[in-house]
């Protein structure tokens, strides 16, 4: 699986957006993008993936970069509750595991 | 929808002891993993499972057994447990392992070793 580098902390504001980057840049062709977020004490939670396009759903929008080597995960308006470690994982579409970095620290000031 | 339900919660064991973690899904997925967590690491697999009757080892597999009798369960045993498997369990599943299948997790089992 192709390396990631995300910030190691993160604040925001309670009702701004959060931009969270992440740098793949010796991703593949076939590697996906994906974001889990794990909130103190719960399991992972995933919110997101893409592999071209950008993407959105009820959670978040993913923004990938042409060629690429980067993403953008965007809570649109953050939350105390969007308070978590998030992870940026690069997978080839048949590997079977998550390979979890150490993810960013995203703390929702109020 | 319950999702992916890991039992027990909480345990605390002596060394050499051995006990069973259940990971139970009711999402029909195909799929299942079990992942350890340390302080301060991300979560590395210890074995999956592609389908009922089927069991594959992960990256730590040792000091560990999995079983997958029903198509819904997942087990993972520690038949002689160590201070060194003391982590945070997670249980894992996914209807496929396409980069377009998504996995989905229980809340963990937090074991602790003596």
């Known amino acids: 699986d192709a390396k990631t580098t995300q910030p190691t902390s993160m604040d925001c504001a309670e009702g701004r957006a959060a931009n969270l980057p992440c740098n793949h840049s010796t991703i593949s062709g076939n590697e996906y993008v994906y974001w889990y977020r794990q909130i103190h004490s719960q399991g992972p939670q995933y919110i997101i993936h893409?592999?071209?396009n950008n993407e959105t759903n009820e959670m978040a929008s993913l923004i990938i970069t042409e060629d690429r080597k980067s993403s953008t995960l965007i809570l649109p308006h953050a939350t105390l509750r969007d308070t978590a470690v998030y992870y940026c994982?690069?997978?080839?579409?048949?590997?079977?595991?998550?390979?979890f970095g150490a993810g960013t620290t995203v703390t929702v000031r109020a | 929808n319950a999702g992916v339900t890991q039992t027990p919660k909480f345990r605390v064991l002596k060394t050499g002891q051995s006990m069973t973690l259940l990971c139970a899904q009711d999402m029909n997925h195909e799929y299942m993993y079990w992942y350890r967590q340390d302080p301060g690491m991300g979560l590395r697999l210890i074995h999956y499972?592609?389908?009922?009757?089927?069991?594959a080892k992960g990256e730590v597999p040792d000091g560990y057994n999995v079983s997958r009798l029903k198509k819904q369960n997942f087990l993972l045993g520690l038949e002689s447990a160590a201070p060194s498997q003391t982590s945070v369990y997670f249980c894992?599943?996914?209807?496929?392992?396409?980069?377009?299948?998504?996995?989905?997790f229980g809340d963990g089992t937090r074991l602790s070793i003596l």
């Open positions: 994982i690069v997978r080839y579409t048949n590997d079977y595991k998550l390979s």
């Open positions: 893409g592999l071209k």
């Open positions: 894992a599943s996914s209807q496929g392992t396409g980069g377009f299948q998504p996995q989905h």
């Open positions: 499972s592609v389908g009922e009757g089927t069991t």
